[in-house]
């Protein structure tokens, strides 16, 4: 799969600002410093789109992508970069840590078509947990992804995995894709799953 154009649409700080359009969305959610950004990055095969940022909880708007592939199911959609979570404290509820921007573009968006959470592969927080159960219980299912692999020890990573798997709550055959923005790893597998979540979507209007 190539991708032909990755480009900075515009930051949105209230959803009057949401793009207008028919394209379909997908949505990146985790916590501040998980790696997302250089997640975002490396799927691209770009170097500075989303900007890797060492200050955490530093973006609060809603950042959008548009994104063009050599797959049919991907060929044109908007990737979003939503603020991340985890620099408020941990009483709080989601909702009010992570803001009615959050609420209202997770809740209400139409045109979004799957949301991408990325948790770190060595540490879970409730956080992390809440988010899941929050983004089930608006029907939601994230795609869960396990960043900085190459963290890991070979000799560890398929404990420290299950590990994670399990501290999530995930079912046992549910998805946690290992990913190493620093090697690559996990690349091909997270195209692919964005891939059948894009399909699924044109069987269900054919
Ligand atoms: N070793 C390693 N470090 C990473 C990886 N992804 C991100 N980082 C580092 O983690 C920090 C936070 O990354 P960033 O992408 O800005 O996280 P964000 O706040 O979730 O957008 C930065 O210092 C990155 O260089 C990874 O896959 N492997
Ligand atoms: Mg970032």
């Given at each position: 799969?190539?991708?032909?154009?990755?480009?900075?649409?515009?930051?949105?700080?209230?959803?009057?600002?949401?793009?207008?359009?028919?394209?379909?969305?997908?949505?990146?959610?985790?916590?501040?410093?998980?790696?997302?950004?250089?997640?975002?990055?490396?799927?691209?095969?770009?170097?500075?789109?989303?900007?890797?940022?060492?200050?955490?909880?530093?973006?609060?708007?809603?950042?959008?992508?548009?994104?063009?592939?050599?797959?049919?199911?991907?060929?044109?959609?908007?990737?979003?970069?939503?603020?991340?979570?985890?620099?408020?404290?941990?009483?709080?509820?989601?909702?009010?840590?992570?803001?009615?921007?959050?609420?209202?573009?997770?809740?209400?968006?139409?045109?979004?078509?799957?949301?991408?959470?990325?948790?770190?592969?060595?540490?879970?927080?409730?956080?992390?947990?809440?988010?899941?159960?929050?983004?089930?219980?608006?029907?939601?299912?994230?795609?869960?992804?396990a960043?900085?692999?190459?963290?890991?020890?070979?000799?560890?990573r398929v404990?420290t995995l299950r590990?994670t798997h399990?501290?999530?709550?995930?079912?046992?055959?549910?998805?946690?894709?290992p990913?190493?923005?620093?090697?690559?790893?996990?690349?091909?597998?997270?195209?692919?799953?964005?891939?059948?979540?894009?399909?699924?979507?044109?069987?269900?209007?054919?």
């Amino acid at each position: 799969m190539k991708i032909f154009a990755a480009e900075f649409i515009k930051s949105c700080v209230t959803p009057e600002q949401f793009p207008s359009g028919q394209l379909h969305e997908i949505a990146f959610v985790g916590r501040s410093n998980v790696g997302k950004s250089s997640l975002i990055n490396s799927l691209l095969n770009r170097r500075d789109l989303a900007k890797v940022s060492r200050t955490p909880g530093k973006t609060r708007a809603v950042n959008v992508f548009l994104i063009s592939t050599s797959d049919p199911a991907l060929s044109q959609f908007h990737l979003v970069d939503l603020p991340g979570y985890g620099f408020a404290k941990v009483s709080k509820s989601v909702r009010t840590q992570w803001g009615p921007l959050l609420e209202d573009y997770l809740v209400d968006r139409a045109p979004l078509l799957g949301v991408v959470m990325l948790v770190d592969s060595r540490v879970v927080t409730d956080q992390d947990r809440q988010t899941i159960a929050w983004l089930r219980s608006i029907r939601r299912n994230p795609l869960v992804v396990a960043t900085k692999v190459d963290k890991l020890k070979p000799s560890e990573r398929v404990r420290t995995l299950r590990q994670t798997h399990r501290a999530l709550g995930l079912a046992e055959g549910e998805m946690l894709i290992p990913y190493s923005s620093v090697t690559g790893d996990g690349r091909e597998r997270v195209w692919g799953a964005l891939r059948d979540v894009a399909g699924s979507l044109r069987k269900d209007l054919a």
